[in-house]
């Protein structure tokens, strides 16, 4: 009998498994030191996007 796989607790708070299959992830750089960011750059962070196809193959086993 084959071992289960734990989920990854970094991974699992960081992505998300779309319906289609697809990984999104959030923004990085919004975190801190806001002020010197300009509105239209902290704005742009606010939406999410999807993992690369490259990367699926890395991060799909954790989540």
Known sequence: MKNKKKTHSGAKK??????NGL?????AFRRHLL???S???KRSLRK???INSRDVQHI????
């Open 14 to 19: 960081r992505f998300k498994k779309t319906k």
């Open 23 to 27: 990984i999104k992830h959030s923004s």
């Open 35 to 37: 002020t010197k960011k």
């Open 39 to 41: 509105s239209k750059r």
């Open 48 to 50: 999410g996007a999807y």
């Open 60 to 63: 799909a086993p954790l989540i």
